[in-house]
C-alpha cells in the first residue's frame, strides 16, 4: 500500500515538474499580447492596450509637426483579442507603419480668391486675411474672398516669398493709374483720314483710342494679352490716348506689327498696333485725340482691329484703369 502512495506521488511531482517545464518554455518563446483591429482590419500585435495609446500618440505628435492645427483620428475604435505569439514575431512587426496607414488626416486650407481666380494658398487663417487685406489697401474694387477648405494632404502650400511676389502681380495688374495733372483741354483735334471728318471721344485730356467700342478680345482674353483689342475695319482712324511723346512708331518684329508707342510722362506709356498707316513720327509731340495711325491687320492677328495697351513703368497694367475715365 505504501509503495502505490509512493509511486502515486512520484508521478504526480513529475508530471508538475513537466508540466512547469513545458510552461516556463513557453514563456520563454512565447508572449502575451493583444491582437489589435480597426474597423475590421489587422494592424498589429501590440504587448498591451498602453502601447497602442503611447504609438498611437507618437503618430499623432509626428502628424501636428506638420500642422498643429491638424485633425487626426480613427475610423473606428481599435478592438483588442488577447493572444500569444514568438517574441521573434513581435520584434519583427513594425507597428508604426501599420497604425501610420489607418490613421486620417483633416488639415484646413485657407484659399486666397481675387477676381474669381485662387492665387495662394494658406494653412493659417490670419495669413490669408493678411493678404486679402494688403490686397484691398491697393485695389480697394477688387473682388476678393478667402475660400476655406478640408483636405487630407497638405499639397501646394503658398510660401511667404511666393505670396510676396504674386501680391505685388495683382496689384501691379489692378491697381488704377495715376495720370499726370490735366493739362488745359485740347480743343483743336487731326480729322480722321480715310473715314470722313470724325471726331474723337474726348474727355478732358483724354481720348478714347478709336471710333468703335466694341470690344474683340478682352485683356487678358487669353494668357498673355496684356491689352484690349477694339473692333475696327482697315483704314479705321487711330487717335492719342492723352497727350505725349512719340517714342516708336515703325515695325515691330514682336507680333505688332505696324505700331505706335507713346510715352506720357511719369512712367506711363501707351501702345497701338497691327496698323496699316501710321501718321507720326518718332520725336513727335502729340495731343490727346490726334490722329496718329490707320487700323490695320498686320504683326500677329486673326483679323483687322486696334490693339491698346497701357504699361506703368514698364509692367503691363489694365487698360480699363484708364479707359474707364472716359463716359
Known amino acids: 500500500m505504501l509503495s502505490t502512495l509512493k509511486f502515486v506521488l512520484f508521478t504526480v511531482i513529475s508530471l508538475l515538474l513537466v508540466f512547469t517545464a513545458v510552461y516556463v518554455t513557453i514563456l520563454n518563446t512565447y508572449k502575451p499580447v493583444v491582437r489589435t483591429y480597426i474597423n475590421g482590419k489587422f494592424v498589429g500585435y501590440f504587448s498591451d492596450e498602453q502601447q497602442f495609446d503611447e504609438i498611437y500618440n507618437d503618430l499623432v505628435t509626428e502628424k501636428q509637426s506638420i500642422d498643429e492645427n491638424v485633425k487626426v483620428y480613427l475610423e473606428s475604435e481599435p478592438t483588442f483579442e488577447k493572444s500569444y505569439i514568438k517574441d521573434s514575431l513581435l520584434r519583427q512587426q513594425n507597428v508604426y507603419t501599420n497604425l501610420r496607414a489607418e490613421i486620417k488626416t483633416e488639415f484646413t486650407i485657407y484659399k486666397v480668391v481675387v477676381a474669381g481666380e485662387e492665387q495662394m494658398t494658406f494653412t493659417a487663417q490670419d495669413q490669408a486675411d493678411e ?152 520725336g513727335q509731340q502729340v495731343t490727346a485725340g490726334q490722329l496718329i495711325a ?34
Open 131 to 282: 493678404y486679402i487685406q494688403k490686397i484691398k489697401a491697393e485695389v480697394s474694387d477688387i473682388d476678393t474672398s478667402v475660400d476655406v477648405q478640408k483636405v487630407s494632404e497638405l499639397e501646394n502650400v503658398t510660401s511667404l516669398d511666393r505670396a510676396n511676389v504674386i501680391l505685388d502681380d495683382i496689384i501691379a495688374r489692378n491697381k488704377p493709374v495715376e495720370l499726370p495733372p490735366e493739362p488745359e483741354p485740347v480743343v483743336v483735334y487731326t480729322p480722321a483720314y480715310g473715314m470722313g471728318a470724325v471726331v474723337p471721344t474726348l474727355m478732358g485730356n483724354l481720348a478714347w483710342p478709336t471710333v468703335s467700342r466694341e470690344v474683340n478680345c478682352d485683356y487678358w482674353g487669353y494668357w498673355g494679352h496684356n491689352g484690349v483689342d477694339l473692333r475696327a475695319s482697315v483704314g479705321t482712324p487711330v487717335y492719342a490716348f492723352m497727350d505725349g511723346t512719340v517714342e516708336f512708331a515703325g515695325w515691330d518684329s514682336s507680333g505688332y506689327g505696324e505700331c505706335v508707342k507713346i510715352n506720357h510722362g511719369n512712367g506711363m506709356k501707351t501702345i497701338y498696333a497691327h496698323n496699316s498707316v501710321l501718321h507720326v513720327t518718332v
Open 294 to 327: 490707320s487700323s490695320g491687320n498686320t504683326g500677329n492677328t486673326t483679323g483687322p482691329h486696334v490693339h491698346f495697351e497701357v504699361k506703368m513703368n514698364g509692367v503691363s497694367v489694365n487698360p480699363w484703369n484708364v479707359l474707364n475715365q472716359i463716359p
